[in-house]
């Protein structure tokens, strides 16, 4: 009978330290890049800008017209 005994609070200390390690997990995937990375990703954002950028047409100015 003594070794179906549940400790709350070593379960709610368990519970906190799983949620702990599942939110650290996330976090690594979510922000462990390296410099590397991040200077790609931010290169390629800057050049897709840029692209876009080229791509847009001018409208014109109203000083233009007269």
Same mark, same amino acid.
């Given at each position: 009978?003594? $070794?179906?005994? @549940?400790?709350?609070? *070593?379960? %709610? %200390? =368990? ?6 390690? &599942?939110?650290? &997990?996330?976090?690594?995937? +979510?922000?462990?890049?390296? *410099?590397?990375? +991040? ?6 954002? &800057?050049? $897709?800008?840029? *692209? @876009?950028?080229?791509? +847009?047409?001018? %409208?014109? =100015? *109203? $000083? $233009?017209?007269?």
């Amino acid at each position: 009978m003594s $070794d179906n005994v @549940i400790k709350f609070g *070593k379960a %709610k %200390k =368990n519970l906190a330290r799983h949620q702990r390690e &599942a939110q650290a &997990a996330e976090n690594r995937i +979510k922000y462990g890049r390296t *410099k590397a990375e +991040k200077l790609k990703q931010d290169s390629e954002a &800057a050049k $897709d800008a840029r *692209k @876009i950028d080229g791509h +847009k047409l001018s %409208k014109p =100015n *109203k $000083d $233009d017209e007269t």
